[in-house]
């Protein structure tokens, strides 16, 4: 069973984290100082004023050239 | 069936297959034995009321002449399988000619683009496939003893790495392990070192993307096994507990013996599957450090189309950059023939 469970965790955390992080600003989802602040948004509320933001595509995406709308780079 | 029978009932798949498999394979074959043809260059020596100037430019004339004469490309033999972007037969013997140690022959071996590939496909292939498969039979084997209202959330979240698209995936897991993702921390936590990046070393990056390939490719192995789980005869499972078999002995010797056939099966695809792997190094961007034999072909055939397309462009655009030049000035040319480099002929 708990061979299972980090199968479970290993299997499925990669889209989970990175399905929460695209509802976050850059400064939280690369947040390796502090990762509470990518659970509680910390950096989101400070730049958006909200700990969720949907505009996530204009930070770190676009920077990973992942939207298809240009490189900021 | 009678052979006349058996032979019109095969000859429009043999006829395909000959046409659209086994010609355009012997054409290959028939047309690396050649290559283009060199320019002609002609040497032109512009005189004005300043002096005379030398410049050198295409002769199109003479090079589509001699491309007429020879459409095919002037013979070369096996020079272009055994040069350096390939076999590197000459580079291969100067290193073990110079190589003090076998390390110092490998280390030089391994420098040569063909066999730098082919020793990442290779080590690829022998480490994700075995371990894909294996893993995958242990979820296998570890889902079907769950309860049913479990199964089928624990098949989705397993499938999940398969499902999404492998550049999806491998583009997620590229920013997980970036010096600021959350695994690249996590690892950078562990080795207790603050400037480890997998990014930048190739044992590592040879690993991660090792690592990716299990990941990704491991639900494939679950979901056959999965499904070969549940055609395991039950009465035998039943006899072998009567008999006292533990659960080890039983699936040493009911449970394996009957999923051999979708081993070989497995087997067979990974090793195929992983022996063209390509995606994750472009999502990993990780070219620098390894290289796979389909990369390694996907560059030397686009790199040979660059260079003819450019080759293109440049010889058409070329005489109209002349025609004023020798129009304005007396002109003596002599002709001769050297390969230039696209990229340095005039813009």
């Known amino acids: 069973m708990e061979f299972l469970l980090i199968w479970l965790v290993i299997a499925s955390f990669p889209f989970l984290w990175t399905l929460w992080g695209s509802f976050k600003v850059e400064g939280d989802f690369f947040s390796s100082p502090d990762w509470a602040n990518a659970l509680y948004g910390t950096m989101t509320t400070v730049e958006t004023g909200s700990s969720f933001t949907g505009t996530a595509c204009g930070g770190a995406w676009v920077q990973e050239e992942f939207c298809g709308g240009g490189s900021t780079r | 069936m009678k052979h006349r029978t058996f032979i019109w009932f095969i000859l429009p798949s043999a006829v395909a297959m000959l046409l659209f498999i086994a010609a355009p394979i012997v054409s290959v074959v028939f047309q690396s034995l050649y290559a283009p043809h060199e320019q002609v260059l002609v040497e032109v020596e512009n005189c004005g009321p300043f002096g005379c100037t030398k410049s050198t430019s295409v002769d199109q004339n003479a090079t589509q002449q001699l491309r007429d004469e020879q459409p095919l490309g002037r013979f070369v033999g096996g020079a272009i399988y055994t040069n350096r972007s390939h076999l590197a037969f000459a580079e291969i013997g100067d290193a073990w000619r110079n190589s003090d140690s076998v390390g110092a022959f490998l280390s030089a071996v391994m420098n040569l683009p063909f066999y730098s590939a082919l020793a990442f496909t290779l080590a690829y292939t022998a480490i994700v496939t075995p371990c894909a498969i294996i893993f995958g039979f242990l979820i296998a084997l570890a889902v079907n003893t769950l309860p049913r209202l479990l199964k089928g959330p624990m098949i989705f979240f397993s499938l999940l790495p398969m499902i999404v698209t492998p550049l999806i995936g491998a583009l997620i897991l590229f920013w997980m392990i970036d010096a600021r993702g959350i695994i690249g921390s996590f690892i950078q936590y562990l080795a207790n070192d603050p400037d480890l990046s997998l990014k930048a070393s190739t044992p590592l990056t040879w690993i991660m993307l090792m690592v990716y390939g299990i990941w990704s490719t491991l639900p494939f192995a679950f979901v056959v096994y999965y499904a070969g789980l549940q055609t395991v005869p039950q009465d035998t499972l039943e006899s072998a507990m009567i008999d006292g078999a533990s659960r080890w002995e039983r699936i040493r010797h009911v449970v394996i013996p009957h999923l051999l056939p979708l081993t070989t099966f497995l087997v067979l695809i990974k090793i195929m599957d992983n022996f063209r792997v390509f995606e994750p190094i472009v999502s990993f961007n990780a070219a620098?450090?390894?290289?796979?034999?389909?990369?390694?072909?996907?560059?030397?055939?686009?790199?040979?189309?660059?260079?003819?397309?450019?080759?293109?462009?440049?010889s058409s655009d070329h005489p109209r950059?002349?025609?004023?030049?020798?129009?304005?000035?007396?002109?003596?040319?002599?002709?001769?023939?050297?390969?230039?480099?696209?990229?340095?002929?005039p813009a």
């Open chain 2, 288 to 314: 620098a450090h390894a290289q796979s034999l389909s990369g390694f072909i996907y560059q030397d055939l686009s790199g040979e189309t660059q260079l003819l397309s450019s080759a293109a462009a440049t």
């Open chain 2, 321 to 345: 950059r002349l025609r004023p030049a020798f129009a304005s000035h007396h002109a003596r040319t002599s002709v001769n023939t050297a390969i230039r480099e696209p990229e340095k002929w």
